[in-house]
């Protein structure tokens, strides 16, 4: 009886090809598995470092130079994403200890604070929101409002704008624009799709309400301090460099942040109805959108549920919280009950942690959230925020910030008004070829030495740089929220720059404009600029 042979019994005594050869061809191919781009940008930032080190020299302690070398690294890596961008948002942990910049549990106390504290529930209720479907009935609710009848496409399209910036007011922006793509999309979706008479005019509205929801997200997360996690750098930046100063509070930021925002808002759906929407185009949609149709997607949802009513109650006594903790100096606000112990990070984990603790009433002893729901924390975006508090330490503590101050000083009789949209433009520039995060975490500490060489109030400039590395307009690559809109097939590149270089001008102008006079008063701007040199002396722990 015949037996199949062994796989290695069949193999042939004497190999069919050289082993030298073999061995050379495998050579070569791990030779060409090594030259690669990706190997070649991780290799750049110690080698960028390594000269820094040895070809630099600045007039201050050894320990600015290394800074500096690190930042090169650091920046190299973020800026080619060799690696991973929160891997390389925890290289400080041992790059500051290695190059004696600062010890491991300093630079470790900057990767959580406050700010970040505050990051984690804010995402935790954002997940709980999302989990629980709220923004979406909440988006269906506000368009049938603003839907008309009959139609009106520039009040829709307002409504879906106006939901899409609110959301993003409370969530990420990417995620904003996520959740938002699906409600757009589906009403878009009762439009034609084939070549028709009015081919023209259903183009142009898909195209309008596709960029509204993509600008709309970064709108509205200006407006808030958690809206977006470049206003969460600049703020942990500000109490980094001058812990002695007034910290930028919720309320604080709203209070300049919305006008700011609804200024855009309004500039945003101008450009849109006038690029996109001609008269008469009401009557050619209203033959395919109507109430009748959000009101069977609203249906389709079912009443609202314990859950959801719970999650409103909790964001919404969140948000009270937040706006009266500091209100004015004869209205303290409930933070003083704590002798400023408490912060804005402190309500928003106490909050996030009655979600784990109220039930849902679906299923017995199950609660409005667990554990499981929250795997889909960004911690990519809450490594970068400490990577950033990291630097702006590493920076002042090591030295370099004093020298950056004086290789500045010929900026100093240069005009506000030229410098801040000068300041807005770059930084506005540079976030359509980086991540919004990053932008702000390399510009902040210039501008800082930037506004003290100037001899003006730092926030002048910081705000302004912080605000235009959300000005992601012109390309799909600019952030992940225009990515959402470009892959939904309705817009081009074209498309993002015609809407996109109007608009990032009107920021630009309504920022200029609001700095220096309501953020005088919001953040008292106006003061002596011999104040904040004490901070830093303070900092310094200079007498």
Known sequence: ??????????????????SILHRSQSFNSSIRSLVTLNNFFILLGPFLCAIVCLCVKLEGPATSRNMLAVLVWVFAWWVTEAVPMPITSISPLFLFPLFGIAAADDVA???????????????????????YNIHRRLALNITILFCGDPLNPPLLLLGICATTAFISMWMHNVAAAVLMMPVATGILQRLPAGPTRDEVVIKNFCRAVVLGVVYSAAVGGMSTL??????????????????????????????????????????????????YWKKGSGGVLSAYLDKAHLKRELELLGPITFAEKMILTVFSLL??????????DDIPGWGALFNGRAGDGTVSVLMATLLFIIPNKKQKGEKLMDWNKCKKLPWNIILLLGAGFAIADGVRSSGLADILSESLAFLEQAPYLVIAPLVCLISSTITEFMSNNATTTLLIPLLIQIAQTMHVH???????????????????TGTPSNVVGFTTGHVDIRDMIRTGVPLKIAGIVALTILMPTLGAIVFGTD???????????????IS
């Not at 106390?109 to 406050?114: E, I, K, Q, V």
């Not at 705000?463 to 959300?470: L, R, S």
């Not at 600029?529 to 901070?535: A, F, G, S, Y």
């Open 458 to 476: 730092p926030l002048l400039l910081m705000i302004p740089g912080a605000i235009g590395a959300q000005f992601s307009f012109w390309l799909p």
């Open 1 to 18: 009886m015949d037996h199949a042979m062994p796989e290695d019994q069949k193999a042939p005594l004497l190999p069919l090809h050289s």
């Open 527 to 541: 003061r002596q600029v011999l104040d904040w040199k004490l901070h830093v002396r303070h900092c310094k722990g």
């Open 319 to 328: 948000i009270v919280l937040w706006m009266t903790r500091s209100i004015t």
């Open 226 to 275: 958690t809206g977006t996690g470049v206003n969460l750098i600049l703020a942990g930046m500000w109490k980094s460099y001058f812990p002695e100063a007034d910290p930028i509070s919720f309320s604080t930021w709203f209070f300049f942040g919305f006008p700011l925002a609804l200024l855009i808002f309004l500039a945003l759906w101008a450009i849109l109805c006038f690029l």
């Open 109 to 131: 106390r900057s990767y959580m604070d406050d700010v970040i504290a505050l990051v984690l529930g804010s995402f935790i209720l954002a997940l709980a929101v999302e989990h």
